[in-house]
Nanobody
Framework: VQLQASGGGLVRAGGSRKLSCTAS????????VGWFRQAPGKEREFVAA????????VYEDSVKGRFTISRDRTENAVHLQMNSLKPEDTAVYYC???????????????????WGPGTQVTVSS
């Protein structure tokens, strides 16, 4: 599975940005998909995830109510809509996928088999 994240860029605080993760695998809906981010000097952290074959969602506390993860079956993609962005959201954002990760492990980056190159999001104050 080849993953590609896109949609990063520069945005002002309070603004919005939509990231997309596309996959070479046509049955992408059978994969759990997670978004992670890594700021300079920090470890990669969990942001949001969609379990496989499900539209339920999991979010890291600091993005709840601001970010929305969704699956677009027509585009075979998973999107991360980011609203009310803050400077502390600045990071490289990565999407990851797995067809075997269990629900309780969605926040753990080691549970994902496939990773795409990241996309930079910079939020200016």
């Amino acid at each position: 599975v080849q993953l590609q994240a896109s949609g990063g860029g520069l945005v002002r605080a309070g603004g919005s940005r939509k990231l997309s993760c596309t996959a070479s695998e046509f049955a992408f809906r059978r994969y759990a998909v997670g978004w992670f981010r890594q700021a300079p000097g920090k470890e990669r952290e969990f942001v949001a995830a969609l379990p496989r074959n499900s539209d339920s969602t999991v979010y890291e506390d600091s993005v709840k109510g601001r970010f929305t993860i969704s699956r677009d079956r027509t585009e075979n993609a998973v999107h991360l809509q980011m609203n009310s962005l803050k400077p502390e959201d600045t990071a490289v954002y990565y999407c990851a996928a797995s067809n075997r990760i269990i629900l309780s492990n969605l926040r753990n980056r080691s549970g994902y088999q496939y990773w795409g190159p990241g996309t930079q999001v910079t939020v200016s104050s």
